[in-house]
């Protein structure tokens, strides 16, 4: 199975900040990958897939790049909302796997 | 608008089945646009993948828990099922119902239903 490992586990920023997270595949996944912000108590949310395109109602201020082994989430500008545990997801190849998430917290 | 909603029994005892139906409504779950997951989450393996289905019955199971799940679909009542056997502390995690397009990401997802398993 391919892993999916996410860093840093913890990032503390202010609003405002740009904010990147980082999620590396063990092995090369082409672009099959997905984004997902979770808050305290709730399901999570699809904001990217495809590594790139923006889920519909995603704010512009998410965006997702990289190919192969590396991809980047980022955060365009914090805003109070946005404080929340992200996820990566491959599928390229079955079955589908999680990194073990970031978790974005007041600075 | 598409809303999930799990349903099940929230404490078990080890080697006890779990199971849990997923109610859809805004939407036929009989479709081939999407597939029907199970996802669950812990805090010790995060999240899991369960598997998936269609509404036809076709599954696919993640190799870890193939020899113990298994899906279920009740198309006239809108409902997809996870049953899972012999259960134990493992086992314990919030179970999604989630929907899942045919690209195998998870567009929609259910509140969760938090499942113990303890003597």
């Known amino acids: 199975d391919i892993q999916m490992t996410q860093s840093p586990s913890t990032l503390s920023a202010s609003v405002g900040d740009r904010v990147t997270i980082t999620c590396r595949a063990s092995q090369s996944i082409n672009i099959w990958v997905a984004w997902y912000q979770q808050k305290p108590g709730k399901a999570p949310r699809l904001l990217i897939y495809r590594a790139s395109i923006l889920e519909s109602g995603v704010p512009s201020r998410f965006s997702g790049s990289g190919s192969g082994t590396d991809f980047t989430l980022t955060i365009s500008s914090l805003q109070p909302d946005d404080f929340a545990t992200y996820y990566c997801?491959?599928?390229?190849?079955?079955?589908?796997?999680f990194g073990q998430g970031t978790k974005v917290e007041i600075k | 608008q598409v809303h999930l909603q799990e349903a099940g029994p929230r404490l078990l005892k080890p080697s006890e089945t779990l199971s849990v139906t997923c109610s859809v409504s805004?939407?036929?779950?009989?479709?081939?646009?999407?597939?029907w997951a199970w996802i669950r989450q812990s805090p010790g393996k995060g999240l899991e993948w369960i598997g998936n289905m269609f509404y036809s019955g076709s599954t696919f199971y993640n190799p870890s828990l193939r020899s113990r799940v298994t899906f279920s679909v009740d198309a006239s009542n809108n409902q997809f099922s996870l049953t899972l056997n012999s259960v134990t502390a493992a086992d314990t995690a919030i179970y999604y119902c989630a929907r899942q397009r045919v690209d195998n990401y998870f567009d929609l997802w259910g509140q969760g239903t938090l499942v113990t398993v303890s003597s």
């Open positions: 997801q491959q599928y390229n190849s079955y079955f589908w796997t």
């Open positions: 805004g939407s036929s779950i009989k479709t081939n646009d999407y597939y």
